[in-house]
Each structure stands twice: as structure tokens, then as C-alpha cells.
């Protein structure tokens, strides 16, 4: 029974205070994150290997 027990017991504690708190607030944090994604996010790049081919104008490898 050291300090390292005791501290993972606090981190389940908060961990599950956490999930409590966060459950019945899904409903509302869900709609209100797609509203703010579509009116307020700025419109942000697509990142991947596919528009950085057709970008750079490289051939796909297969070819």
C-alpha cells in the first residue's frame, strides 16, 4: 500500500467521475460540435497521399 496504489486509485476515481459527468452530456455536446464544425471551422486542407498525387501531378506508382 505505497503512494503508486494510491494514485492510480485517484486517476480510476476521476476517470470514473469523468465518464459519469460525460454520459448524459453526449446528447448535446454531439449536435453542438457538427453545428460548430459546419458554420465556425474554418475550412481546413485535406491531408493525404491522394490529393498530394493529383496536386503534384505524378503518376500513380502502379503505372
Request: proline share 11%.
Amino acid at each position: 500500500m505505497g503512494p503508486n496504489l494510491q494514485m492510480s486509485l485517484f486517476g480510476y476515481v476521476m476517470a470514473a467521475i469523468l465518464v459519469i459527468v460525460m454520459i448524459p452530456l453526449l446528447p448535446v455536446l454531439i449536435p453542438a460540435y457538427l453545428v460548430w464544425r459546419a458554420f465556425f471551422a474554418p475550412d481546413e486542407f485535406e491531408h493525404s497521399f491522394e490529393s498530394w498525387r493529383r496536386e503534384s501531378g505524378k503518376p500513380p506508382s502502379g503505372s
